[in-house]
T-cell receptor, first 115, second 114 residues
């Protein structure tokens, strides 16, 4: 059973460009979470999704950030008009249908660098 | 607002020692608590998950305890090895209101000296 997959592993963007980060959950998992780890800071929750539904986006910045988890295909975290402060490691996690009671399994992360 | 604190922030011990990492959280309304390790430049590896109704979980040389009423958890590592060197993260899943993801501590950076 392959683990959580994220791509790309490293992404470089110039200020003002768009960044699209992809996450494929583990097989059989229907819950996806996105977290951000800023340099020298802890991991912060951003958004919780199930297939075709955003359950909780209370950790997402109000502007420029969006997330989706379509019926088919990976979950996408999209950052529009990136700024230097968006430089961070973005981690995706997935869990089985038990949801809140289940272990979250993390992917290797996407390291975004904004020039 | 849930806050998670880990002490110590860094720890360096000789190989073979037993050690304890501490985690505290401010809001006892949780579904569960999870311990992870993170290696430099890598993702998180789940070590142990303790449900709010449980007191402890064990996996190999690792033992995690949970005292929900006092808002504390400990991770005990027996007979430490150089391969245990990593950052150890504690995270809680809050029940009731508030954000629906994990709230993390900043971690304990552990070095096991050969």
């Amino acid at each position: 059973n392959a683990g959580v997959m994220q791509n790309p592993r490293h992404l470089v963007r110039r200020r003002g460009q768009e960044a699209r980060l992809r996450c494929s959950p583990m097989k059989g998992h229907s819950h996806v979470y996105w977290y951000r780890q800023l340099p020298e800071e802890g991991l912060k929750f951003m958004v919780y999704l199930q297939k075709e539904n955003i359950i909780d986006e209370s950790g997402m910045p109000k502007e420029r950030f969006s997330a989706e988890f379509p019926k088919e295909g990976p979950s996408i975290l999209r950052i529009q008009q990136v700024v230097r402060g968006d430089s961070a490691a973005y981690f995706c996690a997935s869990s089985p249908p038990g949801g809140r009671y289940d272990t979250q399994y993390f992917g290797p992360g996407t390291r975004l660098t904004v020039l | 607002k849930q806050e998670v604190t880990q002490i110590p922030a860094a720890l360096s011990v000789p190989e073979g020692e037993n050690l304890v990492l501490n985690c505290s959280f401010t809001d006892s309304a949780i579904y569960n608590l999870q311990w992870f390790r993170q290696d430099p430049g890598k993702g998180l590896t789940s070590l142990l998950l303790i449900q709010s109704s449980q007191r402890e979980q064990t996996s190999g040389r690792l033992n995690a305890s949970l005292d929900k009423s006092s808002g504390r958890s400990t991770l005990y590592i027996a007979a430490s090895q150089p391969g245990d060197s990593a950052t150890y993260l504690c995270a809680v899943r809050r029940s009731g209101g508030g954000a629906d993801g994990l709230t993390f501590g900043k971690g304990t950076h552990l070095i096991i000296q050969p």
